[in-house]
């Protein structure tokens, strides 16, 4: 193994290392020495790829945040209206589902808001470009509010601990399903076979 990859796996074990810590005590309460002493290195070694604690909570998030500015790009790109509400939501559940930790955190952490904050300095800002994306650039004042309520509201149901025991793909449906509702959006025949189904299992039970 080359000395890049095992610098790399160092770094990746150790925001792995310091996103468990922050869910456990908040970035305010995880010191540095504190992810040193959970990976088993020194100091020193969490030196060598990050100077201050601010640099490993915005490399934390940037995954995320470089995802979500991705799959907003891909969705500005669909020919009609439908393709791009449902590819911007799919991808902001996507992302919910993939990253619940760091949904939790952005929940109710300062810290890992002020490091996205950081991170997205001189880039529109994302809730305004998924609103946009959503439901157009000059929404009614319910519509605004709507957006804002399914933005917010997905979040923190796909971050919260109550749904911890949920895997991944029944929690993305329900989240997918449960904004096209909320967009108004048609329902798709895909939930509607399997909301039959499971009736039918329910009855059959």
Avoid: C
Avoid at 109 to 120: F, K, Q
């Amino acid at each position: 193994m080359s000395g890049d990859t095992v610098a790399e796996d160092t770094r990746s074990r150790l925001l792995a290392t310091a996103l468990k810590l922050f869910s456990e005590h908040g970035v305010g309460g995880t010191s540095l020495q504190m992810i040193a002493d959970e990976l088993g290195v020194t100091k020193a070694a969490v030196y060598y790829h990050f100077k201050t604690k601010d640099e490993i909570t915005e490399a934390v998030a940037a995954p995320a945040l470089q995802e979500l500015l991705a799959r907003m790009d891909e969705a500005e790109r669909q020919r009609t209206r439908g393709a791009q509400i449902d590819h911007a939501l799919s991808g902001f559940v996507d992302l919910i589902v993939q990253y619940r930790s760091l949904i939790a955190l952005f929940n109710s952490d300062p810290g890992i808001i002020r490091a996205i904050d950081r991170s997205l300095n001189g880039v529109e800002n994302f809730a305004a470009r998924m609103r946009k994306l959503l439901v157009g650039p000059d929404p009614d004042l319910a519509t605004a509010l709507t957006a804002n309520v399914l933005l917010a509201g997905l979040a923190l149901a796909g971050g919260s601990p109550e749904q911890a025991h949920l895997d991944d793909e029944t929690l993305r449906v329900h989240l997918f399903d449960i904004g096209r509702r909320m967009l108004g959006r048609p329902k798709r025949r895909g939930s509607a076979r399997a909301e039959g189904s499971a009736s039918m299992g329910a009855q059959g039970a």
